[in-house]
């Protein structure tokens, strides 16, 4: 069972954005090209749309370390002389850890011939702990 009110949250922060922005849609580590210790790319922007600033920045800080989350919300505002709102970030860290916990528990049940790294796992393990306390 998929819990689709998880996204309102989110829905709601893209609904009232004051500056709508473009964004890459899935942007993580693994879509940003590091040459020489400086990034020289970014690709894959097949989920690029419309939306919230904080869209991006939460994609990329629950999907990797929490330093180089916080270094990238650092220079972002750095950079545009624009702040961000913790908590606009932190709902979706949310939403995307519970989409990926579920796509998890999918992959599990339905394609056990597929071998999930165990950090993912790990990951998902924390997730549906924090569900169901």
């Excluded at 505002?77 to 998890?104: G, L």
């Amino acid at each position: 069972s998929y819990d689709l009110t998880k996204h309102r949250s989110l829905c709601e922060m893209e609904a009232h954005t004051q500056s709508p922005s473009i964004v890459h849609g899935d942007f993580h580590p693994g879509n940003v090209l590091v040459n020489d210790g400086r990034v020289s790319g970014i690709i894959d922007f097949s989920f690029a749309s419309v939306s919230d600033k904080h869209s991006d920045l939460g994609r990329f800080m629950g999907r990797s370390n929490p330093a180089l989350g916080a270094a990238l919300v650092e220079n972002y505002q750095a950079k545009t002389h624009i702040s961000c709102d913790p908590q606009k970030i932190q709902v979706v860290v949310d939403v995307f850890k519970y989409v990926e916990y579920k796509y998890v528990e999918y992959m599990q049940s339905n394609h056990p011939e597929i071998t999930i790294p165990q950090s993912v796992l790990q990951a998902s393990a924390l997730e549906a702990a924090k569900l169901k306390a």
